[in-house]
């Protein structure tokens, strides 16, 4: 055998030294600037819209919360004080699990196809063409972690010093936690436990919002503990809560900026077919973005879970015609339990909602958040609908797809509901809000693809064609009108009869194709 059957192996001298990265990239943004089409006052315009409207909302947005802040601090009644001792136990939990899992469904590294195929395969050190991302994505979860922070203790009437100080706790630890989602991206198994985190910290912002909820009395340890950590004041100046939420927050500062220069000294680690990925998942949201569909990007987070997990364990169907679509309905919603945990996990919104003393939002709340819960369920009702030949292939008509393909998302509603009773208080309520539900989601799963025909409307943004402005609404204007008995304050009949009657047409009206 010759020395030219034999396994190839890469040596350097025979095409040349490796460049770095840095000059990689030097060479990348000088070749861009090359062949660049526009001027400088040409991008200049557009950077200046963009900010001149980020100050705008900013301004706004800051003058709002400002008297919010000033209304909440003047409020001296007994829910007040519950709502701003339990509150951050709530919302902390949830910003952790809700990081972790929106990171690891992203990436949260991320490159495009291309980056993947011409620089990530190559010998050139994948850590280095990989920072520049981490350091985008750690920056932005910072950024939103501070906003996030400053606006909910502002809300809660907090004194600014103690607003800053809990915004940089928080934009702390979720930089921690996006920390953790980059070491955990590095195996398959480490993005499992990560999520398994994350649906335990989903669960703990559970507890107290269901102990608020019901709780009977003030507990005075509680209010002492956090009282003398928040809000206590000393004319003399800072206070030994104050200090000490000091030092947390500077010690959580030190550890983040410690795991955050770690963490980026282990990117070379990260597999090149979960970076890619993300960098597809990106791109397919900015296109379902593009054409206002909010089912599409759904669609596209399940895509990439199941090219992830390449195969399941198949199961033998049981039944004849409609029971056994139900059937297969049942394990394909059981094939994604994590999704159910999640789902169960909203039941945290009207509780909260009610611990908080907004009894009259609760039911609003309850039905956002059931909507949010079933929604990801009817992604088969939603592919029949998109797919003319699957249903041909079924034999059933549209109409009657529906209905049977809403069978098990329909029960679980009714769980939900039925779980979310003791916050909403009423039976007719209930049922409005699980009305509302089921309804709303089987609309916007069965709503057809958005139409690009008809005159171009203009707008700010560019022409628009007027189908895509009712896209985002298909779904949630019958949630609203399930509602609207319940908002209005009618007897208990009309809250039973309207939401009925949506029942009834919405199923027995054929949905549209594409």
Request: proline letters at 5%; one cysteine or more.
């Amino acid at each position: 055998m010759s020395a030219a059957d034999g396994p190839v192996r890469f040596d350097p001298s025979d095409f040349g030294t490796i460049p770095s990265s840095r000059a990689l990239r030097s060479w990348m943004r000088t070749t861009r600037r090359q062949h660049a089409d526009r001027s400088f006052w040409e991008i200049f315009e557009d950077v200046y819209l963009v900010l001149f409207t980020l100050a705008m909302v900013g301004a706004t947005g800051g003058n709002v919360v400002r008297h919010l802040n000033s209304n909440a601090a003047t409020c001296t009644s007994w829910t007040c004080g519950q709502l701003t001792s339990w509150l951050p136990w709530i919302v902390m939990p949830l910003l952790l699990a809700t990081t972790i899992r929106v990171l690891l469904a992203v990436g949260p590294v991320s490159a495009s196809r291309a980056t993947g195929f011409w620089l990530l395969a190559t010998p050139v050190n994948r850590a280095s063409l990989l920072r520049p991302a981490y350091r985008l994505v750690i920056a932005s979860v910072a950024v939103i972690g501070v906003v996030a922070g400053a606006v909910i203790w502002a809300l809660l009437g907090e004194p600014w010093f103690d607003v800053i100080e809990a915004a940089v706790l928080i934009g702390a630890l979720l930089v921690c936690a996006a920390v953790a989602t980059v070491w955990a991206q590095q195996t398959t198994r480490r993005s499992k436990w990560a999520l398994r985190v994350s649906d335990v910290l989903l669960a703990a912002a559970v507890i107290p919002a269901v102990f608020l909820a019901f709780r009977p009395g003030e507990d005075r340890f509680t209010n002492h503990i956090i009282t003398s950590t928040f809000t206590v004041r000393d004319a003399g100046g800072l206070t030994s809560g104050q200090l000490y939420l000091l030092l947390l927050c500077a010690m959580a500062v030190v550890v983040g900026v410690v795991l955050a220069v770690l963490a980026s000294r282990t990117l070379d680690r990260l597999g090149r077919i979960s970076v890619i990925a993300g960098g597809e998942l990106l791109a397919g949201l900015a296109g379902a973005a593009s054409s206002l569909d909010v089912s599409m990007l759904g669609d596209v987070i399940a895509g990439r879970h199941w090219r992830l997990k390449g195969r399941v364990r198949s199961r033998r169907g049981r039944g004849a015609d409609g029971a056994a679509i139900v059937h297969r309905e049942f394990h394909r919603i059981l094939r994604w339990p994590r999704r159910i945990a999640v789902a169960f996990g909203l039941l945290v919104v009207p509780y909260a909602v009610h611990g908080a003393g907004f009894h009259v939002l609760v039911p609003i709340a309850a039905a956002i958040a059931g909507f949010i819960a079933v929604r990801p369920m009817l992604d088969g009702l939603r592919t029949a609908c998109r797919s003319t030949g699957l249903v041909r292939a079924l034999g059933w008509d549209l109409r009657e797809l529906r209905v049977v393909m809403a069978v098990v998302p329909g029960l679980f509603t009714i769980v939900w509901a039925a779980c979310a009773y003791p916050a909403v208080g009423s039976a007719t309520s209930s049922f409005a809000v699980a009305a509302a539900v089921i309804s709303g989601t089987v609309r916007q799963a069965s709503a057809r693809p958005p139409s690009y025909a008809g005159p171009l409307v203009t707008s700010p943004m560019g022409a628009i064609p007027p189908g895509l402005f009712s896209q985002p609404a298909r779904g949630f204007d019958l949630l609203v009108l399930c509602l609207a008995p319940v908002l209005f304050n009618l007897s208990s009949l009309w809250v039973v009869v309207i939401p009925s009657v949506v029942l009834m047409l919405m199923f027995a009206v054929r949905p549209k194709t594409a």
